[in-house]
């Protein structure tokens, strides 16, 4: 699969607009059967999300127009559509060479990847004046996911978390690349 253009940093206002999308992501949540976060953990989680598909969204992306239901894995197990491919958007902190997923994270992944398309990994952080700044890590073939995944123990603790290998194929640094 040859990787469409790569997204470029971008820098936003938190509008009320947004902070609404976060609450009816983390309502949307909570509200399924079998959930054991708190509403607050989950709009926590549905921060990243909204950041991430926003800055996509403003550079041409089209969201993800269903509702979260949890029978319906169109619904969830892609966000946005960047060039004509699914795409499923996640967040890491900036990494080297290995980025590190929760194993929800990868379950959830490996089970969709007969529609997920494309895979890209940001961050952000929050500014002042209510302003947020997203940056660009990863962007790769999702078919590549498992295979490049590593399970690892946490060092003093019984939690488990995966990393991704980026130095497999048809996967493109985002910091590393001048012209994607």
Known sequence: MILPPAPKPITFEFTQELKEWQEELAQ??????????????????????????????LQGAIKNPAKFDKTDRYSYCWDVDWYNR?????????????????PSQVKTMCKNLDIVQLLIVGDYRIMEDNMVS???????????????MKPCKIQDSDETKYFYNHHASKTIMIKDCVNV
Do not use: Y
Not at 34 to 56: C, D, I, Y
Not at 86 to 102: G, I, Q, Y
């Open 28 to 57: 949307g949540t909570f509200n399924q059967p079998g959930n054991t976060q708190s509403l607050e953990q989950k709009r926590n989680n549905a921060l990243s999300g909204v950041f991430l598909e926003h800055a996509l969204i």
């Open 86 to 102: 699914l795409t499923e958007v996640k967040r890491c902190s900036d990494a080297k060479k290995w980025f590190t997923f929760f």
């Open 134 to 148: 997203v940056d660009w890590l990863l962007m790769s073939d999702p078919q590549n996911f498992r295979n490049n």
